[in-house]
Structure formats: structure tokens, C-alpha cells
């Protein structure tokens, strides 16, 4: 049947399993590559909303961060880390992940590895200015501008820029920083909105408050338009502490409100400060020193929550100087006590953090000189590795044979028990059929006797009707013709009537099976079923509507419709081939209702006439006023529905009676 040899066959076999395994491994770690990057473009999405959905960008990079080898994926989510940060007001922990980063991509010369590296060097600037670092925003910025060089990268250039100038403008120097704003409007049509505000900033500072509003309006205007909610608040913020310097406090007011419930529905703390600072500000220049007390407490109580430093210094000396103005000496000089306390913890603190540095230098230097010692190790470990390696496959492979000679044994094996299996299935349904076929057959032959003994009573009953009832028809009209006024033979006349009149009562009485007259008939039918569906395989399933309704009528009516679901049921036994009935009375308006239905093969109604059973179900149903109607589609099965009217029924069943 084969026409290569045992040992080629064997041969064949370990190759592609050594060749799916390959391609196994190969494709799950590409699944697991892909299934990453996925994750994290995900993430960098999620960081870009607000709400809840940008908690969710922090928690899929650190899950990537805690399994990934790969080195791109560790930089992106680095990325994702650092932005999430920088935009949750966490400075500390922007500047951690951004500085990871960009230790990864400085080594790369490709574009993407460039352009990551500008996007790092921007968010350190940011975040160190937001720190108070303004040197080391400024050393930032500058790097960025340099290897912004490398690549077309103008979006970030823009930035970068941008960035420098409010370094420039915090450090005091204007004239510096609006010389970079101006540069950066010349010949471009639509200038970065951070551009207005920085621009306004500066005139703010130098005075002039008319051009400073007229900048950041402009900048308003934009941020509208887009829907920026974090820089229309700072705008806002920005515009309320113009209108503060020119002494409109009432304006300025309302814009440092609109600016602070924006903060507040998207948790920006550092604005939600600001904007309650500059509205404490306004407090103590109305004289409402208890709101202005209020305010610095929860400006006080969100800076030391978020940890800046500077807003906790500024809500001290706020609230001194209010202690001061309730000439509360002792509250005054608490808050001093506090503000020194504070001052003397950031310097430790900047002290620290200069000796965390030269540790890490130290670490790093001795980590490198570790790492020349692992590497030889490595190099060793390697060859050892390989050795091993060798081996296990030498095994492998011995216990791959192995493995295809048991399993080609267990196919044989397999393959005669699932003959065998097979062989006795075959069996088996041959004999339930034969069974099947022997219940069969016993069910239609006692429906056969039940329609004989049928038979039988009615042939009794049809020469009793000629031997007794018309005998005495057949005097009773010599009698009458040959009477006229012997009202003795008139006597003997009614007398035979009377006689007659009773031999009909009996007769009808006999009619009716006993069963059908002394038992509930629903019940009846119920207990004819189950017999059916005992003797067959069957299933006959009866639903009654009024079922107490039922019962009560006429029992010559019960009679009637017993034999025409005698006559159904025997028809679906014989022809239908099916294996389940349903059955429904019911009671509708002023007819009763009846469907019969089985699942069958059906029949064509238009090829196929009328046989002798469904014939004398219409024969009955058409004494009764009833309508009869089949629907029938081969493979679909048979749906017969039968309406009797209530009236015609009465009446009829009122002239059997007579």
C-alpha cells in the first residue's frame, strides 16, 4: 500500500516533527510579539482620554513591562508610563520612566528610534519645569533640539521650542523667550495655541495686560475649538490672573471658578491649586479672611497629597498672613513654624537626591565592570549549553522513534477495535429495528380488531334495524291505511309507535360504548393514546383548552370525535412514518377548535386522493357542520384542523336523541 520502506517512512516522520515543532515555537513567540504591541497600542490610545479609561493605559504597560524581552516594547511602555504620568501631575515619576526610555533609544540612529528619543527628551523638559528644575528643563530642550535635526520632525520641534522660551521666561529673561515665540509664528499659518498663551504670559509678566489678553483669547479660542479641557482651563486660569493684576477682581473671579470646575471634573491638581491660590488672593483683598482661611486649607491639604512642595510653602504663608490680618499672633506663628519645617525638609530632600545620584553613579560604574566579568561567564555557559543541547536531541530523536513506532501501533489497534465497534453498532440496530418493526406491526393489528369488532356491532346493528324496527314500521302503515274512524285500531296503532319509539331508545343506547358514556372523555382519549404510544414508538402529546367544558358535552359527540381520532392516529401509524403527534381541543367562540399534527413524511395533497379512513373522518365531520382542512408538504409532515360549530353539533345531536 506504501510504496516507501519502514525506515524512510520513520525518517520522514522525525523531520516534521522536528519541523513543526520549529514552526510551533517560532509562531508563538511571533503571537506573543504581536499580542504585545497590540497591548500597548491599546494603551497609548487609553493614555490620550481622560477619565478612567487613562488608568487603564498605566496598568496594560506595566503588565507588558513584567514579561517582555523585547527591547521596543519596553520603550513603549516606557512611552505610555511617562505620559500618563506627566499628565496625572506626577513629575517625579514622568522624569523615572521618560529617562529609561530614553537610555534605550539614544543608542538607535534608525527614524523611529530618533523620533522616540525627541518625544523623551520633551517630556523631561516638561516635567522638570513643572518640578522647578528649570535647568535641567532647559538642558533638556536644547538635547531635543539637536536630534530633532536628524529627522522631519516639525510637531516636536514646535514643542521643544515652545518649551524653551517658558524656561527662558521663568528664569526672567523676556526678551529671550519672545524671541523664540516670534521666530516660531514667522511662516506658519496656524501656530500652536501654547504659542498664544506663552507669548501672553510674557507680556503678563512685562506689564503689559492688554496684549497679554489679547493672546490668550486667541489661544482660548482654539482650545475651544478643539476641546482641549486641560488647556482651556489653564487658559482660563491664565485670563482670571490678568484681570487679578489689573484690580478686577470680580471678573477675574468668574474666570478663576470656570477654570477651577474644568480642573476639578477632569482631576487636574495642579491647576485646581492654582486656581484656588489666586482665588484666596481675591478672599483677602475683600476682607473675607474665614473663606480665604478655608481656601489655603484645601490648597494646603491637595498640595501635600500630590507632594508639591512650593503650593504647600505659599498656602503657609497665606494663612500667616491671614492669622496676621485676625491678629491671631499664636496661629500666625504656627504656620511659620510649619513653613520652616517645610523648608528645611526640601532642602534634605534636593541634598538627598544629590547623593542618590552620585550612588547611582557608583552602582553603575561597578555594575559595568560586573558586567565585562558575566559576560565571559556568559560565553562559557554558552558552550556548555550548546553541549547539552547535543545530547537532548540526540535523545529526542531516539525517543521520537520510539514514540511513532507505539503509535503506529496504537493506530492498528485502534482501527480493528473501531471495526469491531462498528460491526456490533450494525448489529444492534438491525435487531431494534427488527423490534421496532415487531411493536409495529402489533399496534396496527389491534387497531385492525378494534375497527373489526366496530365493524361487527354495526352489521348487528343495521339487522336489528331491519328485522325489529322495520317490522314494526312496515304494520304500523297497513294499520294506517286501513283505519278511518275504528279508533280501537287508531289505540293499537299508537301502541306499536310506542313500541317502536323504545326499540330506537335501546338501539342508540347500544350505540354509544360504554367507555365513552360512563368515563370523563379527555381521560379516555388520554388512556387510547398511551396505549397507542406503548405499542409503537410514538409520541402523542394532548392539549386541552376548557378541558372541564369538554367534558360535559354530548357523549353521541364524545361518540363522533373518539372514532375520528381513532381514524387519524391509525392513518399517521400506517402511512406517515413519524414518530411524534400532537393533539389540540379547543373551545373558540362558538365552534370547537381541533388540530392534528405529526412530524411524518407528508404527502402530495394534489397527486395523492382521498383513502377510505380520512374519507369517512369527512363523512363524520360533514354530519357534524363541521369543515375539514390538510395541509401536507412531503418531509414537512401533516397538519389537519377541524372546526364544529356548537349550534350545529347541538342540533344535531338533538335529532339523533329524537
Sequence with gaps: MFPLSKFSFLLILCSICFVTHAQIETNKKSKDIDYDYQLLEKARDYSNTEGEDKRKAFLISHEVLSRTQNEYHKVLAYKNLSHYHYYSYTSDSAIFYAKKGVALTEKRQDSIGVSLTNWFHLILSNASRDKGLLDDSKKWALKGLETVKLIDDPDIEQKLLLNLGITYRMKGDFDKALEIYNAMILGNENPNPDLYVSIAICHLDMGNFE????????????????????????????????????????????????????????????????????????????????KASKNYQDVLELAKDREYFQQQILAYQKLKEIAILQKNYKGALEYTEKENKLNDSVNQLQKDEELSKLEVQYE??????????????????ELEINRQQSQKHTILIAFVIVVILLIGLFVLYYQKLKSQNLLNKNQKELAEQKVEALIKNHGLRLIQNSINVQFKERKRIAQTLHDRIGGNLAAIKLQVSSIKNNSSGLKQVYKQIEDTYQEVRVLSHDLIPKKIADSNFTELLGEYTDKISTSSNLIIDISTYKEDYINQMDVRFHNELFS???????????????????????????????????????????????????????????????????????????????????????????????
Design 564 to 658: 375520528i381520532f381513532q381514524e387519524l392516529i391509525t392513518n399517521t401509524l400506517k402511512h406517515a412514518n413519524a414518530d411524534k403527534i400532537g393533539i389540540q381541543i379547543n373551545p373558540i367562540g362558538d365552534q370547537v377548535s381541533i388540530i392534528f399534527e405529526d412530524n411524518g413524511k407528508g404527502f402530495d395533497l394534489s397527486k395523492k386522493p382521498f383513502g377510505i379512513g380520512l374519507t369517512n373522518i369527512k363523512s363524520r365531520i360533514q354530519e357534524l357542520s363541521g369543515t375539514l382542512h390538510i395541509d401536507s408538504l412531503i418531509k414537512r409532515g401533516t397538519i389537519v384542523t377541524i372546526e364544529i360549530p356548537f349550534m350545529n353539533q347541538q342540533k344535531i345531536m338533538n335529532q339523533n336523541h329524537l
Design 211 to 290: 496684549k497679554a489678553l489679547f493672546y490668550q483669547n486667541k489661544a482660548l479660542h482654539i482650545y475651544s475649538e478643539k476641546t482641549h479641557h486641560r488647556s482651556i482651563a489653564i487658559t482660563l486660569l491664565n485670563i482670571g490672573s490678568i484681570y487679578l493684576d489689573m484690580y478686577e477682581d470680580q471678573t477675574a473671579l468668574s474666570y478663576f471658578e470656570k477654570s477651577l470646575k474644568i480642573a476639578e471634573e477632569y482631576a487636574y491638581p495642579l491647576i485646581m491649586l492654582n486656581n484656588k491660590i489666586n482665588i484666596g488672593e481675591i478672599f483677602i483683598a475683600k476682607k473675607q479672611y474665614s
Design 364 to 381: 553603575t560604574l561597578k555594575k559595568e565592570n560586573e558586567i565585562s566579568i558575566l559576560k565571559k561567564d556568559k560565553e562559557l555557559r
